[in-house]
């Protein structure tokens, strides 16, 4: 059984990749929270996914907010084990996969001997017909799931460090070390597709983002194709098929 694990609080586009990945996936797992873990509320409607098996997980007061991330990460992944899932893909709300590149890795993934599988991502920015192409962020993407998996913080998971530089979020990493492989698959990240930009500035893992808020909002409002996105990752804005109907 594969099995597709969100970790949310922002739910904004959640009900599209979930009815994206429900196409290629056994069982959808969310594991969501009232608070984000800036200790922000926003309601997680529990009514809207009903085909899914819910799990509320709240951030622990006093913890720094990686750690409340990676904890949540780890309640999906022991409810996955529970219901006796053998593989999982991890997901945030904004994470898109082809249903066709889900069902082709795993395959692959079912029939040779490798633990995991990582692959690359494309960000979307301002609209979902516009990305800076490949991110430097690589992906844990599925996983065989055994009975001492488990998300820790290290640097030792496979391509944590890549040709220089740190590609994995640290919430992310699994408590691998080798045999797991890079592959040619994208996963697709609407980071920046949505309505509500504040939210996600003000309670993103990632407090730096906070520091440069008015400068990523000045390029989400002049976003178009051929611009260049100075605040967040110095490129130029391609086109792009809208590939998941946002």
Request: glycine share 4%; hydrophobic share 35%; charged share 25%.
């Amino acid at each position: 059984m594969l099995v597709a694990v969100y970790n949310v609080w922002d739910h904004e586009l959640l009900r599209a990749s979930v009815d994206n990945i429900l196409k290629s996936v056994d069982k959808v797992i969310i594991v969501y929270s009232n608070k984000s873990n800036h200790g922000n509320y926003k309601a997680f409607h529990v009514e809207d996914f009903q085909d899914c098996i819910l799990v509320q997980h709240e951030p622990a007061v006093g913890l720094i907010p990686h750690k409340n991330e990676q904890a949540k990460r780890n309640a999906g992944l022991q409810k996955a084990k529970e219901i006796g899932a053998k593989y999982m893909i991890t997901l945030d709300q904004d994470e898109f996969y082809l249903p066709e590149d889900v069902r082709f890795w795993y395959e692959y993934l079912k029939h040779c001997d490798v633990d995991g599988l990582v692959c690359r991502s494309h960000v979307y920015f301002g609209s979902p017909t516009l990305t800076i192409g490949e991110d430097v962020t690589y992906v844990p993407f599925i996983h065989k799931i055994t009975p001492n998996l488990k998300f820790v913080f290290t640097q030792d998971y496979p391509y944590t460090k890549h040709e220089g530089k740190l590609r994995i979020d640290p919430t992310r990493r699994f408590n691998l070390t080798n045999n797991v492989r890079l592959i040619g698959c994208v996963m697709h990240h609407m980071s920046w597709v949505r309505s509500n930009f504040n939210d996600k500035i003000d309670n993103s893992s990632a407090g730096s983002l906070k520091k440069i808020k008015q400068e990523i909002l000045v390029d989400l409002q002049n976003a178009k194709e051929g611009y260049f996105v100075k605040s967040i990752y110095q490129k130029e804005l391609k086109s792009a098929p809208n590939l998941f109907n946002l």
